[in-house]
């Protein structure tokens, strides 16, 4: 398994602190932000997103908005 044991891990509390920090630290920087997408893969989706409007016969949506494609249309 990777890293220490865990009997060695919570021999004393302040190995457990530093434990837990890398943990914490670990999954904080793993995760991006919201803001983090670049315009090619924004040109991408939107690209996708036209295709997959003009295979449907629909009409692509705007390129802010989401529109999930599984969701019922409100009938009127």
Same mark, same amino acid.
Do not use: F, H, M, W
């Given at each position: 398994m990777f890293g220490p044991k865990i009997t060695t891990v919570f021999k004393s509390r302040w190995n457990a602190l530093f434990w837990s920090a890398?943990?914490?630290?670990?999954?904080?920087?793993?995760?991006?932000?919201?803001?983090?997408?670049?315009? &090619?893969?924004? &040109?991408?989706?939107?690209?996708?997103?036209?295709?997959?409007?003009?295979?449907?016969?629909?009409? &692509?949506?705007?390129?802010?908005k989401h529109v999930n494609p599984w969701a019922k249309k409100p009938q009127g």
């Open positions: 890398g943990v914490l630290l670990t999954a904080y920087c793993s995760i991006p932000s919201q803001n983090q997408d670049s315009q &090619a893969d924004n &040109a991408a989706s939107r690209d996708t997103a036209e295709a997959v409007a003009k295979i449907l016969g629909q009409q &692509a949506p705007e390129p802010d």
